[in-house]
């Protein structure tokens, strides 16, 4: 640090050396330029990889950033670190989070996350922020909410934007996963959009789906609906304390008894509705020792790596698909049909069906 740098003045003064935020001098803008560029040279895939798997927090979260880009020049050096990291990916407990905006999931993670930090494990928290569909951009505030959380030495937060992909996750959740799991982080707590009822894709990626549920926000008709609440591992009812205690033990009463008409097979796990706080803290541990108890009964049935494999495979096809997809309209010609057949729909002189058969003839003829 500079010794003409100083501390902003939103700072409390209790706060003391917690707030790393520092104000220094500025430089001329080519040398900063050419100092970023210079740091990008650097680190090639291979050394990246050596520094993540060293635990570097710098390299693991330049490693995120190179997985997420969209540029086709860095899929390349993507996927190669993504290679070299592979054997040290996949040891980690991963926990889904999701729920209703308003839940308090951000609170409940940091409330969770510091409880796991001080009882040693290594906590990574992935959250995903939603996109504009107008501007694309991202607020990316759920750091900022967690404070406490982000000042503790076994954590690291990477919050990352939706980019209006549907399922409440980011495009590169799987592959942020691994490289955290390589960097040492034995717990991985992704947080998704929070958007309803659609968001299921988090479960093809964790061991673990919990749904984070708050009173008030439906009966328990609402409770039976299919979909997230019937793919939950274990749903909880947030913000038990104060006046609200009594509303959030009837919600959790209220979901138990929609979740008898969900029953699965025999012997199956059966998820729990469980209550919290996790503004005060209270029966926050309860709710990690009950996601502890699902693990070990799904290793004890097999179940845990018939998941982990079911997941590996899904991955397998997302990426094909992707694949297909740019390789398809890399073709100009494709790019040309595909344009006139979107302003021949547009128009509506063709059926959007039959103009998705036109260009798969083209696309077959190639």
Known sequence: MTSNASQPDWVPPEGGEGFATRIVAGGPASAARGRVRSAARELGAPELAKRILAGDRVALARGITLVESRSAAHRLAAEELLALVNDRAGGSL????TGVPGAGKSTFIEALGSQLCEDGWHVAVLSVDPSSP???????????????????????IRPSPSGCELG?????????????????????????????????????????????????????????????????????????????????????????????????QEGAWHPPVLTCSAQTGE??????????????????????????????????????????????????????????????????????????????????KK
């Not at 991963?94 to 989070?97: A, F, P, S």
Request: aromatic share 4%; net charge neutral; charged share 25%.
């Open 134 to 156: 107008v501007t694309g951009g991202s607020i990316l505030g759920d750091k900022t909410r967690m404070e406490r959380l982000s000042r503790h030495p076994h954590a690291f």
């Open 168 to 264: 409440g996750v980011a495009r590169r959740t799987r592959e942020t996963i691994a490289l955290c799991e390589a960097a040492g982080f034995d717990t991985v707590l992704v947080e998704t959009v929070g958007v309803g009822q659609s968001e299921v894709l988090v479960r093809d990626m964790v061991d673990c789906f919990l749904v984070l549920l708050i009173a008030g926000a439906g009966d328990e008709l609402q409770g039976m609906k299919k979909g997230i609440i019937e793919l939950a591992d274990l749903l909880v009812v947030n913000k038990a304390d104060g006046d609200n205690r009594a509303r959030a033990e009837a919600a959790r009463l209220d979901f138990s008894r929609a979740l008898h008409y969900l029953a699965g």
């Open 283 to 364: 029966g926050v541990a309860g709710v990690w020792e009950t996601v502890e108890k699902f693990i070990d009964q799904a290793r004890a049935r097999g179940d845990f790596e018939v998941r982990r494999g079911t997941q590996q495979l899904t991955w397998l096809q997302a990426q094909i698909e992707e694949g297909l997809k740019e390789l398809m309209l890399s073709d100009p010609a494709v790019r040309a049909e595909q344009a006139e057949i979107v302003r021949l729909v547009v128009a509506g002189t063709l059926p959007p069906a039959a103009g998705a058969r036109r260009l798969l003839a083209k696309i077959a």
């Open 94 to 97: 991963r926990l889904g989070i």
